[in-house]
């Protein structure tokens, strides 16, 4: 079992800058694919940034050139840097990491439901 807790969320006016924390407890996340989603009001949840065991990311195209995901294992956390924010990007942020069996350090979930944790997310509001 892997707890997730998600940090960092706030308020901040278009142009500015966020930086989120996804903290782990109980099993490592070191040979986890994690992932931050978002959902707004009335809408599906939607992939923001993906990060493999192995570090590779992979970014939704809304979110490409302004939000960066990394990992620190030794820390058992995954952050994203949210730059150049813009009202769009209001939603609750939600971390969450997937157990994948097949080429574990270079894959990541193609579906949302392939996750095996999820964290309670975090208010990210963004004013023009």
């Known amino acids: 079992q892997v707890h997730l807790v998600e940090s960092g969320g706030g308020s901040v006016q278009a142009g500015g800058s966020l930086r989120l924390t996804c903290g782990a407890s109980?099993?490592?996340?070191?040979?986890?694919?994690m992932g931050w989603y978002r959902q707004a009001p009335g809408m599906a949840r939607e992939l923001v940034a993906t990060?493999?065991?192995?570090?590779?990311?992979s970014y939704g195209d809304s979110v490409k050139g302004r939000f960066t995901i990394s990992r620190d294992n030794a820390r058992s956390r995954v952050i994203l840097q949210m730059d150049s924010l813009k009202p769009e990007d209001t939603a609750v942020y939600y971390c969450?990491?997937?157990?994948?069996?097949?080429?574990?350090?270079?894959?990541?979930?193609?579906?949302?439901?392939?996750?095996?944790?999820w964290g309670q997310g975090t208010q990210v509001t963004v004013s023009s």
């Open positions: 969450a990491a997937a157990y994948i069996s097949t080429a574990p350090m270079w894959s990541v979930p193609s579906e949302i439901y392939e996750y095996d944790f």
């Open positions: 109980g099993d490592t996340i070191c040979m986890a694919a």
């Open positions: 990060v493999t065991a192995g570090g590779v990311p």
